[in-house]
């Protein structure tokens, strides 16, 4: 349901992630330069934990370096229906993949694991920690879901040339702990 206003924020948000995307088509295509390097640092202090990362598509910027020398399970999304949370199914790098909701891979079996953290695709980010992603609410609905039942970090993972000024926020929108780029990692303060 939509509240009086919303159109107007969905019409914002089309619009900066029309602008975003192009940034970040832009910034693809001159490489990530360390991202996955500063992320598999950020990544380390986690050791042992569940990491939730994600098959890169449409420009998106690639943690699968980092995932595969994560030291503890990893996991990606997957799609189980619209306004659904995701679930996250076991990832190797020798995981035979299959095309899943959205044109994303997914594995075609495995366990189901429940990640401590999770790296999150964006389409931009803000100096305050939010995102800006597809418009579908997957990630949002899923870090309501597990920071209802306890802690996980949420590490935003984009190319410098994401952030904008500010991503217009409603209130189901989750703030990120972090956003890792090719500059390094900036962590943000989020309400307890």
Do not use: N
């Not at 919303?6 to 995307?21: F, G, P, Q, Y």
């Not at 619209?82 to 095309?99: D, K, S």
């Amino acid at each position: 349901m939509r509240l009086v206003g919303d159109s107007d924020t969905a019409a914002v948000k089309a619009e900066l992630r029309r602008v975003a995307l192009a940034r970040r088509k832009a910034a693809h295509a001159a490489g990530q330069g360390k991202a996955a390097a500063y992320l598999a640092q950020q990544l380390a202090r986690h050791s042992g934990r569940v990491l939730s990362g994600y098959m890169p598509m449409r420009q998106e910027i690639d943690p699968l370096p980092a995932m595969a020398v994560h030291a503890g399970p990893v996991c990606v999304p997957v799609i189980e229906g619209p306004r659904l949370p995701l679930r996250f199914r076991r990832w190797t790098p020798q995981a035979r993949m299959v095309e899943g909701e959205f044109g994303a891979l997914i594995p075609a079996e495995g366990e189901w694991l429940v990640p401590e953290v999770l790296v999150v695709p964006l389409v931009a980010f803000d100096s305050r920690g939010f995102r800006l992603g597809y418009g579908g609410g997957f990630y949002d609905r899923t870090l309501d879901m597990l920071r209802a039942e306890r802690p996980v970090v949420a590490i935003g993972f984009a190319f410098s040339a994401q952030e904008v000024a500010r991503v217009p926020v409603e209130p189901t929108d989750q703030r990120l702990d972090m956003v890792v780029t090719e500059t390094g990692a900036r962590c943000f303060d989020r309400p307890a």
